[in-house]
């Protein structure tokens, strides 16, 4: 055996051992997920369920109690839902005409603007909870859906523009000066010309964002109300609601059934997360 077999060898091991390593608290949740109290009492918790027992889903998903409400998560998960589709749709358009702006139609002064945004990326969500609450507050739309997705769209500006931003820099200006000697205006050059080349990063800040958005949980806890709490608020109050007896198997179904979009996404569209950062690695 060659040395450099030897090496590829070591590093497959080394690359296999770490991901058991990360899997393996899935894997537990996975199988305590379909036992039965009984089962997760008695036996041991790497072992496998006897039986798929679908009780402990049902529970988590329209049964289990966050608080005196026994609903499970499915009015959390639907609040998750309405939030999350116009909360990355917006969120999205915006930075993409943020970027097309502040790298195809430059102004005087527009670096240094998009320099002070570039704060936005850096800055600790905790410190705009004072102020953001007023301003919801001033809005109207304070412990609402509504709320929630203004301050994802606002939250997630910053990375969003810088993604496009970067991008749209390596676009031919001659493409967009072309077009204005046509006779083509700031929105048409946009979405008959910028958006068809705009895939890969499209597809990267809509992954993006969902992750962030669905994920959330200091502004959904901050500023949601009792009718508009989402999926990770509905979560942790139902795995920290005190009962006499533990359901663990509950609260990994539930846990499973919260995470399950994400997973989802990366699974089906994570290809085009890595295709859409490489496109965009060496622009701007």
């Not at 998560?73 to 702006?101: E, H, K």
């Not at 959904?220 to 999926?231: E, L, R």
Request: charged residues 10%; aromatic residues 14%; hydrophobic residues 55%.
């Amino acid at each position: 055996m060659t040395a450099k077999s030897l090496l590829r060898g070591l590093l497959y091991a080394v690359l296999l051992l770490a991901a058991l390593f990360f899997l393996a608290p899935l894997y537990v949740m996975l199988v305590t997920a379909f036992k039965d109290a009984e089962e997760i009492r008695s036996g041991n918790l790497l072992s496998l369920p006897s039986a798929l027992n679908f009780d402990a889903w049902r529970a988590a998903w329209g049964s289990a109690c966050t608080g005196t409400d026994c609903r499970g998560l499915q009015p959390f998960f639907m609040n998750s839902v309405v939030m999350v589709f116009p909360a990355v749709l917006i969120s999205t358009l915006w930075g993409a005409v943020n970027g097309y702006v502040l790298s195809l139609w430059k102004f005087k002064g527009s670096d240094v603007l998009f320099g002070f945004m570039l704060f936005g990326v850096f800055m600790p969500f905790q410190v705009v909870l004072l102020p953001m609450s007023q301003v919801l507050g001033w809005l109207g739309i304070s412990s609402s859906i509504g709320g929630l997705i203004f301050v994802h769209c606002l939250a997630g500006l910053a990375g969003t523009t810088l993604f496009f931003r970067n991008y749209y820099a390596a676009v031919p200006k001659e493409l967009v000066n072309a077009a204005r000697i046509d006779g083509a205006g700031f929105w048409r050059i946009f979405f008959r010309i910028i958006v068809p080349l705009s895939t890969p990063i499209v597809m990267v800040t809509l992954i993006w964002q969902f992750t962030n958005i669905w994920n959330d949980f200091l502004f959904g806890v901050a500023f949601s109300g009792a009718d508009s709490k989402p999926v990770t608020v509905g979560l942790n109050n139902m795995v920290n609601t005190s009962s006499s007896v533990k359901s663990y198997n509950v609260d990994m179904a539930a846990a499973l059934i919260a995470g399950l979009p994400t997973m989802l996404i990366y699974v089906l569209a994570g290809q085009y997360f890595v295709k859409g950062l490489t496109a965009g690695a060496v622009k701007g």
